[in-house]
């Protein structure tokens, strides 16, 4: 191989590494993203909204259980 093969080579390695770490990069924020609070419709939001139901349903059974 030549210096000019050896050197395309290298590039196109380079090149392709970059867009797999962009990649990755990309999908890593995406998903941290969705796991703040932004006033509704992260995951977060989802969870939290579903804890308080859950909570609230512990509160009513106990509220039975002791009547």
């Not at 395309?8 to 703040?36: C, M, P, T």
Request: proline residues 1%; charged residues 20%; glycine residues 2%.
């Amino acid at each position: 191989m030549t210096a000019q093969n050896w050197a395309s080579l290298i590039v196109s390695i380079v090149a392709i590494a970059s867009a797999f770490v962009g990649a990755i990069r990309w999908l890593v924020k995406h998903y941290l993203n969705e796991l703040k609070p932004n006033s509704g419709s992260s995951l977060r939001d989802s969870v939290d909204r579903l804890e308080r139901q859950v909570e609230e349903i512990y509160r009513i059974l106990i509220v039975r259980n002791n009547s």
